[in-house]
């Protein structure tokens, strides 16, 4: 189950267990916070679209941290005045980690049933393991 959900002006597809990056929030490491502003929910099933949001839908998420973003550098000057100046920026964020999605109908979507919903990737064969089951094909 997927969300599509609208923080700080801008949005985001988030599903459980997700880490996001948004803009700053007020709240404390540690704390969960209830996201309501939900534009969109989906599933393997189908899309629900909120007309704007989905009513009843919530998203659940824990404050992993406070930081601030990459430094940002703004570089401007004047051609021929011998004219330069540097500024910088970073900007202050929030990381959330998205512990349950919610759907109107009372579906949930939990971090722990997101980790172990998702298929581990097949181990790869190393060069050698290769050539020897290509050279056992051949015989």
Known sequence: MYAVIRTGGKQY????????????LPAKAGEVIDLTEILALGD???ATVGKPMV??????????DQRKDDKVLIFKRRRRKHHRRTRGHR???TVLRITEITA???????AAEAKAAKPKAAKKKSKKAAAEAAAESKE
């Not at 597809?13 to 700053?24: G, M, Q």
């Open 13 to 24: 597809r988030v599903s459980a267990n997700d880490l996001i990056k948004v803009e700053k």
């Open 44 to 46: 393997d099933k189908g």
């Open 104 to 110: 109107p109908d009372g579906r949930k979507m939990t």
């Open 91 to 93: 900007q202050p964020l």
């Open 55 to 64: 009513a009843g839908a919530s998203v659940k998420a824990e404050v992993v």
